[in-house]
């Protein structure tokens, strides 16, 4: 015969667990691709030590009520003795946050940097430590004055949210892309391409950003700091136990008009060709590589494509740093110094400036040296989406990009830059048409004789559109170049759009944007080149230099 008290105790538990596994489902069958829920539980399991506390009864003689044991359970688990027929309760805590190890800041002052994260982890793990045990005492008060009859609803009811409030939110937090600003997941590789000897091109398995979770603010015509487009993604190797974290700029070539008898060196067509759309809009990188020994090319060349491993996702984290075909991410991340420029143009431009701001016409210089050209790939992105949308007029706007490299085959996204440029529709798309643009290479190594002995050479020159590349060879970036582009000082082989005044002073009816990226020692020499032309940040003149 069965003791009806017990058989309810147990009908009362089967529905608590019924209850809890439904609750528990949709968060392990979230939206979050594969890979990212098994990294999510093994951030878990890896990152802290649960810590139990157990009340009334033989815990070892227990048997469990929980949560589903597909994914981690925290606070007030309530369960049944059968050894002493009596309910009992434990406290699961969270796993404390881990410290980051040395490798796993990247340097770059990124926010948030993983130092901050952790203290910000550390004190909400704090939190809610206490908040459980406060919990956890209130409810084993109640069980005790309880303990002769039934399960109080409320208890259970208290143990069920306690139990999953955490994560729900952690749940809601998540970006919808698949990325998270907090914390790294594995994203298959699903293309690795040699586009030349030092350029790799590696695409991952997840959507860039769509606009409106970055770009926003460049649509809206208020909002003139270019700045806030530019975002960079972190990726973590590990390599012999140590972290390697490192920055780079992911480019997007959804919707990028190619010319189809035009395509030769577009990065678009190498990735195209091979994968009939499939990786459009996709998470793409362009990573300069260095001769060995240089530990993160090296970590770069040893990476595969996932489908080339083969086998299940596995999420441990030394897949990637055997160079198997996952990336671990974390983004998308704006650099501190450039955060900086936010909040103190955002404000003036949100208020008072606006109208004094929508009446100068607008002009972008942005002077890049290798990688550094994807931030400004970024921003051409982004006024290219902004064109799109564009249905009423527009000012007056006009871009200059100067870009740097040793020789002409060094330069990146040469085409793609060019098609963006051009002033006429392509496929159905509006390209910056409403722009005067100009695109300048400088080719330090470049053979000479290639070029014939110009300082301005021009090598393309089509009145119909937009496209104006200058090529200067045989020399760096030079104080006279940059005085000559900001100044427009160009000679006749112009269509003659640039009309610009021959002296240093901005016309007041201009705003200016000065955008610099290249490597450390190009910074430096470009924004003391500035200075000497007179170029510093004002009202009328923002520089900004990405870093
Ligand atoms: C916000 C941000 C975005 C970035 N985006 C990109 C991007 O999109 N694509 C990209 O490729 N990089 C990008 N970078 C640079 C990237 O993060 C690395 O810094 C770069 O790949 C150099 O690697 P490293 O830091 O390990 O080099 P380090 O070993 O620290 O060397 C620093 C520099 O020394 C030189 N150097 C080192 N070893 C060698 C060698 N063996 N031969 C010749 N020169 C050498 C290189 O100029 C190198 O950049 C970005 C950086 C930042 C901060």
């Avoid at 596994?21 to 949709?26: L, R």
């Avoid at 530990?295 to 083969?310: A, I, P």
Wanted: glycine share 6%.
């Amino acid at each position: 015969m069965s003791n009806p008290a017990i058989t309810k105790w147990l009908e009362e538990i089967a529905a608590a667990k019924a209850k809890a596994e439904a609750k528990a489902k949709p968060i392990t069958d979230t939206h979050i691709d594969s890979a990212v829920k098994t990294q999510q539980v093994q951030d878990f399991a890896s990152q802290g030590k649960e810590h139990t506390t157990t009340s009334s009864g033989a815990a070892a003689a227990a048997t469990s009520s929980t949560l589903s044991k597909s994914r981690p359970s925290y606070g007030i688990i309530t369960s049944y003795n059968l050894e002493t027929r009596k309910k009992q309760l434990r406290l699961v805590l969270p796993p404390e946050p881990v410290k980051p190890g040395p490798g796993e800041c990247c340097g770059n002052d990124c926010d948030p940097c993983v130092n901050t994260l952790y203290w910000q982890d550390l004190a909400a793990y704090k939190d809610r430590v206490k908040k459980l045990e406060g919990e956890y005492e209130a409810a084993c008060r109640a069980l005790e004055s309880e303990l002769a009859g039934a399960i109080s609803s409320m208890t259970l009811e208290s143990a069920d949210k306690t139990t999953t409030d955490g994560l729900d939110k952690e749940d809601e937090e998540e970006d919808e892309t698949g990325l998270s600003i907090r914390s790294y997941r594995p994203f298959k590789v699903i293309k690795k391409r040699y586009l030349t000897e030092t350029t790799l091109l590696v695409i991952c398995d997840l959507p860039y950003p769509k606009p409106t979770s970055v770009v926003t603010t460049i649509t809206s015509r208020h909002d003139d700091y270019i700045g806030v487009n530019m975002f960079h993604v972190l990726i973590r190797f590990k390599n012999d136990g140590q972290f390697l974290t490192k920055a780079f700029t992911p480019v997007d070539f959804s919707n990028i008009p190619v010319r189809r008898n035009n395509r030769s060196g577009a990065v678009i067509e190498a990735v195209e060709h091979e994968s009939d759309g499939s990786m459009k809009g996709k998470m793409a990188f362009l990573i300069k590589l260095y001769p060995t020994p240089h530990v993160t090319s090296e970590m770069f060349r040893r990476l595969k494509e996932y489908d080339d491993v083969g086998g299940g996702l596995d999420s441990s984290q030394d897949r990637n740093g055997e160079g198997l075909g996952v990336l671990y991410l974390r983004g998308p991340i704006q650099t501190s110094r450039d955060r900086l420029k936010n909040k103190e143009l955002v404000a003036p431009i949100s208020t008072t400036a606006i109208p004094k701001l929508q009446q100068k016409s607008e002009r972008i210089v942005m002077i890049a040296a290798g990688s550094g050209i994807t931030p400004m790939y970024q921003v051409l992105r982004a006024l290219h989406l902004q064109e799109q949308k564009d249905t009423e007029e527009v000012a007056t706007r006009e871009l200059d990009l100067v870009y740097c490299n040793r020789t002409s085959s060094e330069i990146w996204l040469h085409q793609e830059i060019k098609e963006i440029c051009s002033r006429n529709r392509l496929d159905g798309l509006a390209t910056l048409r409403s722009r005067k643009v100009r695109v300048q290479h400088v080719l330090s190594s470049e053979d000479s004789h290639k070029h014939g002995d110009m300082r301005h050479h021009h090598d393309r020159h089509d009145a119909r559109s937009n496209e104006h590349d200058l090529v200067h060879t045989g020399g760096r970036i030079s104080l006279k170049l940059l005085q000559d582009t900001l100044e427009r000082n160009f000679d006749d082989q112009c269509d003659g759009s640039f009309t610009g005044t021959a002296t240093a002073e901005l016309p007041n009816t201009e705003h200016l944007k000065i955008l610099i990226c290249g490597p450390p020692s190009f910074n430096s020499d470009v924004s003391e080149m500035l200075t000497k032309l007179g170029y510093t940040n004002s009202e009328d003149c923002e520089i900004h230099i990405l870093e």
